[in-house]
């Protein structure tokens, strides 16, 4: 069964930090680049960031210094560690994989930056 679960989006204040998790089948975590985007009210879908079976990341530039992805292969998990959140990092987050078999999203997650 191919699938991605996220977890840990949540209300933060700004500054705060948030993890993000997501958990995905063997065939998607092995073979596939797994990778986070958001998706903000009124906005077109975006890569946040992403990272390839061999443990190399890309970022978009909004969230280089701020925010890292890694990738578990105890747990089969991609992570998305988010420090000095902005209101502007309000969206909802998106796990994604991309495999040799096809494009892969979870179900999102929310997060929101707010006093």
């Known amino acids: 069964q191919v699938q991605l679960v996220e977890s840990g989006g949540g209300l933060v204040q700004p500054g705060g930090s948030l993890r993000l998790s997501c958990e995905a089948s063997?065939?998607?975590?092995?073979?596939?680049?797994l990778g986070w985007y958001r998706q903000a009210p009124g906005k077109e879908r975006e890569l946040v960031a992403d990272i390839t079976t061999f443990g190399m990341p890309t970022y978009a530039d909004f969230v280089k210094g701020r925010f890292t992805i890694s990738r578990d292969s105890a747990s089969n998990t991609v992570n998305l560690q988010m420090n000095t959140l902005a209101p502007e990092d309000t969206a909802v987050y998106f796990c994604?994989?991309?495999?040799?078999?096809?494009?892969?999203w979870g179900q999102g997650t929310q997060v929101t930056v707010s006093s």
């Open positions: 063997v065939i998607l975590f092995r073979y596939g680049t």
């Open positions: 994604h994989a991309n495999h040799y078999s096809g494009t892969f």
